[in-house]
């Protein structure tokens, strides 16, 4: 019997999302009856505005979505989508220049398809979200790491990114506020950084969805609004999930030049068709509605930041960067490396990861998910008395 042909090189290349594997064990070892605290999950734990959901049950009773709709995405949505991107990002684009698709990921994919070639080398400042070198490999393409650590508040300078360039350099990722670390560009970093990737020709694939999470009186500056020319060169990506608790709705976006634009339209015509037209129609709710409960929500995860720096701060070995956005918190944690804890020695923080969720029972992603070893985050979107008990835990086990 002739042996079956191998299966596919490069999804066997391909990892599991660190943080919905280690979120996934936490939840399989909750339901053994363990009573486990996860900061895994980047998820909002808070329902979806009622008025959000109310527009999606006006939509079922529409024959028209029933059916195919554009494969980009409804009109209403790209013009709300247009409308928000003008507001926030400062671009006015046309809702031609707007793709509805699947989630956030599905915009990451598509985007790094749109503008990669293979060989071509992508620079990945790091920390950086563990999906990003992934869709960057998924495209023929080469991540090349740029890291900044605590000590620089986990942003990249323009000199990095000019060392780490090379003739087959092509696309910077750029992301402010950042997964996993919650850093925010000032709008000074971010203008050099766009100037540079003007000047050097460089597309800029810049994920903006937690842009509307930010605090202390912070503002995220989009890069095109920092400089308007990087327009031509750059795609910006974003999403209801975040700021709406929508993660579960899987509407997100992608915003660009006609050219790009064009092609990723036609690679989702092929890949997905259309985003399922009740969650569009709830996510154009959301965008155009009342913000009223998307701050009330914001003003909750600024709380629970202030808590979760200032208690993890107590345990001696931990650094804790003040996150200015997002919802995670991403602290140095190689002062407890190489010491014995509860009769373990971790080396690594992924054996330190693991000698937490064993010991305190306690779900954190290791610093290996996203760049390199030393670190963990830990999302503070759960509720606030499971928030304080993790970390109380974590006290406890390294006091």
Do not use: C
């Not at 079922?60 to 926030?88: C, M, Q, S, W």
């Not at 046309?94 to 080398?121: C, L």
């Not at 969650?279 to 808590?307: N, S, V, Y």
């Not at 650094?319 to 690594?348: I, K, M, S």
Request: charged share 20%.
């Amino acid at each position: 019997m002739t042996e079956r042909a191998p299966l596919s090189r490069k999804l066997s290349a391909i990892a599991e999302s660190a943080t919905l594997k280690v979120d996934a064990k936490a939840k399989a070892l909750k339901a053994e009856g363990r009573p486990v605290i996860s900061y895994a999950a980047g998820e909002p734990d808070f329902p979806t505005p009622q008025f959000i959901v109310d527009a999606a049950a006006e939509a079922l009773h529409d024959p028209a979505n029933f059916r195919y709709t554009p494969a980009a995405g409804l009109p209403v949505l790209r013009e709300a989508i247009a409308a928000k991107t003008l507001r926030d990002s400062g671009l006015e684009v046309s809702p031609s220049q707007v793709i509805v698709t699947n989630g956030g990921k599905q915009a990451v994919y598509q985007a790094f398809q749109t503008v990669v070639n293979p060989g071509d080398e992508v620079l990945l400042p790091a920390p950086y979200w563990t999906t990003y070198p992934e869709a960057i490999a998924l495209a023929d393409g080469v991540p090349v790491e740029v890291f900044a650590g605590a000590d620089q508040g986990y942003k990249v300078t323009v000199d990095q990114l000019e060392a780490a360039r090379t003739p087959r350099t092509r696309v910077l990722v750029f992301v402010s506020p950042s997964n996993p670390t919650g850093a925010v560009y000032t709008p000074e970093e971010t203008t050099a950084i766009g100037e540079w990737a003007l000047a050097h020709g460089v597309w800029v694939l810049t994920d903006e969805i937690y842009q509307n999470l930010v605090y202390d009186g912070v503002r995220a500056v989009s890069i095109v609004e920092a400089v308007p020319e990087l327009a031509g060169q750059t795609l910006l990506l974003n999403g209801v999930a975040k700021t709406y608790a929508m993660t579960g709705w899987r509407v997100g976006w992608m915003v660009g030049p006609s050219d790009a634009i064009k092609l990723a339209a036609n690679l989702q015509s092929h890949l997905s068709s259309n985003v399922n037209n009740i969650a569009q129609r709830a996510a154009a709710a959301a965008i155009t509605g009342p913000q009223t409960e998307a701050e009330q929500m914001r003003q909750a995860f600024d709380r629970r930041r202030r808590l979760i720096v200032a208690e993890l701060s107590k345990i001696p070995g931990v650094t804790v960067p003040v996150p200015l956005g997002a919802f995670y918190v991403y602290p140095d944690v190689t002062g407890l490396l190489g010491r014995e804890w509860n009769g373990t020695t971790p080396t690594t923080t992924l054996e330190l990861a693991d000698l937490i969720l064993d010991a305190a029972e306690v779900a954190v992603v290791p610093g290996e998910a996203f760049g390199p070893s030393g670190y963990l985050r830990l999302s503070y979107a759960l509720g606030d008395d499971a928030l304080l008990e993790g970390v109380q835990r974590l006290q406890r086990l390294f006091s």
